[in-house]
């Protein structure tokens, strides 16, 4: 599918890396060095808008490699970029670790998944069919 995007950024457009993959990368797109403290969060501006069809979202997700060798995910994650928002994307990361860690200005921070989107409609009812599962969750079935 084409979308349209603005790139204010000094990077390439995001791609994918493989073409298997799922997500494309997004790179920060910062002045100088930005670094994370244990625990902190900062808004990460990456100098792309994109304008997605109705129908669409964007998603917004940690890169893997990041989360796992230094900590570094998104606090909402996924983030939605709906079909009618025209803006900046940036990127709200935070630092789980117990070490500072530094952004610099290209930097992969994080990957974007386009999805389709289905609208509900609903019906509302006095009662819901019953299931075998039922009303169990968050741990209910125990450890096997």
Known sequence: ??????NNSKHPLPAYETGASAGMDLRANIDRPVTLGPLERQLIPTGLYIGLPEGFEAQIRPRSGLAAQHGISLINTPGTIDADYRG?????????????????????IAQMIISRVEHAEWTEVNQLLQTK???????????K
């Open 1 to 6: 599918m084409k979308i349209e995007i603005v």
């Open 133 to 143: 599962r039922g009303a169990g969750g968050f741990g209910h079935t125990g450890k």
């Open 88 to 108: 900046e994307i940036k990127i709200i990361l935070v630092n789980l670790s117990n070490d500072s860690y530094t952004i610099n200005d290209g930097d992969r």
